[in-house]
Every structure is written in C-alpha cells, then in structure tokens.
T-cell receptor, first 115, second 113 residues
Framework: AQKITQTQPGMFVQEKEAVTLDCTYD???????LFWYKQPSSGEMIFLIY??????QNATEGRYSLNFQKARKSANLVISASQLGDSAMYFC????????????FGTGTSLTVIP | DVKVTQSSRYLVKRTGEKVFLECVQD?????MFWYRQDPGLGLRLIYF???????EKGDIPEGYSVSREKKERFSLILESASTNQTSMYLC????????????FGPGTRLTVL
C-alpha cells in the first residue's frame, strides 16, 4: 500500500484565490511527521510546512496551512491568496517514528496559478 | 543556512560508464539520502545513510551503490550506467531526530545515451 497518496495530478487556481491540495497517508505508528515541499521549475525542493502527529493545532506558515485530520489520515495543504509564483509541483511526505530515517513521498500535484 | 550541494547540475554519460554523483552538506546532519525523481512517480528512495560508513537500501537500490566515508559527503555510484537510469537525482540530508525536515540539493539531471 502507498504510504502517501496525492490524488490530484494537476490543479488550477485563480490568482488571489485559496486552493487545497490533498494528501492522505497510511501508517500504524503513533509518532510521525508530515511535511509539504514545493518544487518550482528550477528543480530545487523547498520545505513549506510541518505537522507532528501529536500536534493538536493545525500548522501554519504565512500563507500556508496544513489541515490535519488525524482520524481520516489526511494532511491537506491550503494555500491562501494564491500568487503566480506559487505555480509549482507540491509534494506531501511522511516520516515515521520519533527518529525515523526514511521519508515517504507522494507523486506530487502540479499547481498552476492563472492570472 | 543549511546548504546541500551536488557536484553537477547536468550530466551526460554513455551506457556502461561508471558514474559518480557527489553530495555534500554543511550542517553536520546524521542522515543523508539519494532519491531519483521521474514524472508521475514522485521521489523514490535509492539509498540512505544514518552515519559514516552506514547505509540502508531504499525502494529502488538495484543498479546503484553508495559511499559515505565522511559525515558531510554521500556519493551515489552507478556501476554501469544504463538508459533507464536517465533521471533527476536529488540528494537530501536531515538530523536524525523526528520532526526535522530534509534539506535538498539542487538536483542532478543525468542523461545516459
């Protein structure tokens, strides 16, 4: 079974609108971490936001927020007030355990922001 | 700022050649990783290392080997390059403790002819 599932290969959003990128995960560990990365066309992976499994509040970083629903095993990324520079690939990832060495990545969602 | 550097941004090699991809990090991270990225497949882990001289196979280790002689350097070796190893290769590093993100290098786009 896939550890991380991203079901949206491509998404479009109007500039200044909000967009949600979906991510579901599969783990039997109680301790785990969830990450979102952005990969612009230049290729470099940029860390956006982190959510720990014991965190009760949803993580937020500027225009990025993580909608964490533990019972549903989902960790959706919400980007508010989309900008043209948000056009990129977005990857959801999970790290299992307190000191897990392996990260699991989804297949990514390509986001295009339309002016 | 954490910096992860990779020896080449673009590389073109011939089938059967031995290929070395080098990765260096400057933040004293214990963990280092090699991924390959292909369209529609996301990032797939080739190998990772949690300490000097220690290595663990990832999901797709066949055709690859690695070397970590110093903490800051992690090398990926293609013993005999094949065309199906044409891909983007990403190196990353992280602290061993959970809750810490991976930091990525700029990637090496390898083409095997």
């Amino acid at each position: 079974a896939q550890k991380i599932t991203q079901t949206q290969p491509g998404m479009f959003v109007q500039e200044k609108e909000a967009v949600t990128l979906d991510c579901t995960y599969d783990t039997s560990d109680q301790s785990y971490g969830l990450f979102w990365y952005k990969q612009p066309s230049s290729g470099e992976m940029i860390f956006l936001i982190y959510q720990g499994s014991y965190d009760e509040q949803n993580a937020t970083e500027g225009r990025y927020s993580l909608n964490f629903q533990k019972a549903r095993k989902s960790a959706n990324l919400v980007i508010s007030a989309s900008q043209l520079g948000d056009s990129a690939m977005y990857f959801c990832a999970m790290r299992e355990g307190l000191a897990g060495n392996q990260f699991y990545f989804g297949t990514g969602t390509s986001l295009t922001v339309i002016p | 700022d954490v910096k992860v550097t990779q020896s080449s941004r673009y590389l073109v090699k011939r089938t059967g050649e031995k290929v070395f991809l080098e990765c260096v990090q400057d933040m004293d991270h214990e963990n280092m990783f090699w991924y390959r990225q292909d369209p529609g497949l996301g990032l797939r882990l080739i190998y990772f290392s949690y300490d000097v001289k220690m290595k663990e196979k990832g999901d797709i280790p066949e055709g690859y080997s690695v070397s970590r002689e110093k903490k800051e350097r992690f090398s990926l070796i293609l013993e005999s390059a094949s065309t199906n190893q044409t891909s983007m290769y990403l190196c990353a590093s992280s602290y061993w403790l959970g809750g810490n993100e991976q930091f990525f290098g700029p990637g090496t786009r390898l083409t095997v002819l």
